[in-house]
């Protein structure tokens, strides 16, 4: 298992998913997201957002839009997620960001802490009413980068994952990758133009 950074040509796939769980979206950009991938099968197991907001007062980063398809939960898949989301926003200069999540608990044990809702910069307080209106439970959590950590269990999922994959490397993208068939050398797909 790995994560990496999503590509243009995995805009419908993410869409879908985002559709699937529920998740909106209304700045969606594909080049956002982090995909997590299962090395042997390049099967897409898990995908989460790093968003940057600019204000006048700076920017705040938020971790959004975290999913894992439910046949690869319980294998440390969102903390791979997580961890490619933190390394990312601190190449970005951040010290911290923001959920708004109705999964607390699951956050909690990566070191993310509750915040009041009063306490939130801008614009997170409208993103958290937004939120609200398909999660009516989320609440805002905050994470220290310095604080983050993966806890020991789910680092014993990594090693075990590993040691089941001898390449750990992404392997090649292929023409059907782009929608293209291999056998006509055609797009699979019809995209309305001539």
């Known amino acids: 298992m790995y994560a990496r950074d999503a590509k243009k040509h ?18 969606f950009r594909s080049r956002d997201y982090v995909l997590a991938i299962d090395g042997e099968t ?23 839009n975290i999913g894992v398809r439910e046949e690869w939960r319980g294998r440390g898949v969102g903390a791979h997620l997580l961890e490619h989301l933190v390394e990312d926003a601190r190449d970005q200069g951040f010290e911290a960001a923001y959920a708004l999540t109705d999964e607390p608990a699951y956050l909690a044990q990566f070191g993310f802490e509750r915040v009041p809702a009063e306490d939130l910069p801008e614009p997170l307080p409208d993103r958290l009413d937004a939120t609200r209106e398909y999660q009516p439970d989320a609440v805002p959590v905050r994470l220290a980068f310095a604080d983050f950590e993966i806890p020991q269990r789910l680092r014993e ?38």
Request: aromatic share 12%; net charge negative; charged share 40%.
């Open 42 to 64: 390049n099967e897409r197991a898990g995908f989460a957002r790093l968003r940057v907001h600019t204000t006048d007062d700076g920017s705040v980063c938020e971790f959004t």
């Open 157 to 194: 999922r990594f090693a075990e994952s590993e040691a089941d994959s001898d390449d750990e490397t992404e392997p090649p993208e292929s023409a059907e990758d782009f929608g293209i068939d291999p056998d006509s050398a055609t797009y699979k797909y019809d995209t309305g133009g001539t």
């Open 10 to 27: 995995e805009e419908v796939w993410l869409l879908d998913r985002l559709d699937e769980f529920g998740f909106e979206d209304p700045a």
